[in-house]
């Protein structure tokens, strides 16, 4: 039996024991070592505001559809940040060079559940970095995606960028910004995670709780703004505010989840008025400019490459290291209480 984090209805989460798959030709099996809690995407899910729960994504009109068809719950090892150790390699596949072999460390998107079976083909290019702390490898999906943001934000050397969100992704992005050699002015509401994005990058930080950083930020640039923002945090609150903060025909990359309706989004102000360019950064592609030369392996790569040469370092993220038997609490307090962690991470026996 494998346990695996359950959540049965929206803010109620179980841990549940469920049978260990057999394996199959071409498959590989995985003991879950360390499994990284999204302080988003899984709390909308947790919460109830993920539109799979109400709609069906229709791959061929992309677009949600009013119908039963999408997810509902109980939702069973939902997770994208899993680190384990190959235990058993299906006998047909067994010495393939490009299958890891028993005893190796790898990271891969499986959920939160003790154990799991792949294909192989789905473990190439995923073998946890020689010398890399296995925790910090977690982050290979997440380090994606804020580089997938600052990739979409096509920053140039020099360049003010305002990165609206200091949790874990922001925090991040903020460090990626920096080694691209653009000066971050890093908001947040949250004196903890601005203190944080000094330690990882941010030249200046700002108080989001005034309501002003769009001001301040043109002060700091003499009047002209930021050259771009990447919104982060999934408010709109603060999307309308990174709006504020650039440049005429400067660029704003949404990058947070966003649930529900805008509210405080205002795009008759200075969206309107500046001819501001607001593009989506979503980890299902790459920025069309870079599609030739990126894809998400290289995202993905690149951020453990960064993370392996000690240029970021994503385990410094890491607040809790909770016991898998205690998921229940760490989704209570990442949702109740969320100015008290970063990155949660989930442990397996």
């Known amino acids: 039996m494998s346990q695996t984090v359950q959540i049965t209805s929206p803010r109620q989460v179980e841990v549940i024991d469920e049978p260990t798959p057999d394996l199959s030709a071409g498959q590989v099996r995985i003991r879950t070592t360390y499994s990284g809690i999204s302080a988003g995407t899984e709390l909308t899910a947790y919460r109830g505001s993920n539109p799979y729960l109400n709609r069906t994504w229709d791959p061929h009109l992309r677009m949600f559809v009013e119908d039963s068809g999408g997810f509902g719950y109980p939702v069973a090892g939902l997770g994208y940040s899993e680190v384990g150790q190959v235990v058993e390699v299906a006998p047909d596949i067994a010495g393939d060079p490009g299958v890891p ?3 190796t460390h790898v990271w891969g998107i499986w959920g939160h559940r ?3 079976v792949l294909p192989a083909e789905k473990l190439r290019g995923c073998t946890v970095p020689p010398g890399l702390d296995p925790i910090a490898a977690t982050f290979a999906r997440v380090g994606a ?12 050397l020099g360049e003010t960028v305002a990165v609206f969100g200091q949790g874990v992704l922001g925090l991040l992005a903020t460090r990626l910004v920096r080694l691209s050699g653009g000066t971050v002015v890093a908001v947040d509401a949250v004196p903890g995670r601005l203190q944080k994005a000094l330690e990882y990058g941010a030249d200046t930080v700002l108080d989001a709780r005034d309501g002003t950083a769009g001001q301040q930020i043109r002060k700091l640039t003499d009047g002209r703004g930021a050259d771009v923002a990447i919104e982060i945090s999934g408010s709109y609150r603060a999307l309308h505010e990174a709006i504020r903060s650039v440049a005429v025909s400067g660029r704003v990359v949404a990058a947070g989840f966003y649930q529900g309706d805008g509210a405080g989004l205002r795009l008759g102000d200075e969206f309107h008025h500046n001819r501001v360019e607001l593009i989506c950064s979503q980890i299902g592609g790459v920025p069309p ?11 993905n790569q690149t951020f453990l490459r960064l993370a392996s040469d000690h240029r970021i370092d994503p385990a410094g993220l890491v607040t809790h290291v909770i016991p898998v038997q205690e998921a229940p609490a760490a989704y209570h307090m990442l949702d109740r209480n969320p100015y008290d962690a970063l990155q949660v991470v989930l442990t397996f026996p």
């Open 101 to 103: 072999p028993v005893g």
């Open 114 to 116: 003790g154990e799991a």
């Open 145 to 156: 995606v804020a580089l997938n943001a600052v990739l979409a934000a096509d920053i140039h």
């Open 289 to 299: 400019a870079v599609a030739g030369r990126w894809d998400q392996s290289r995202l």
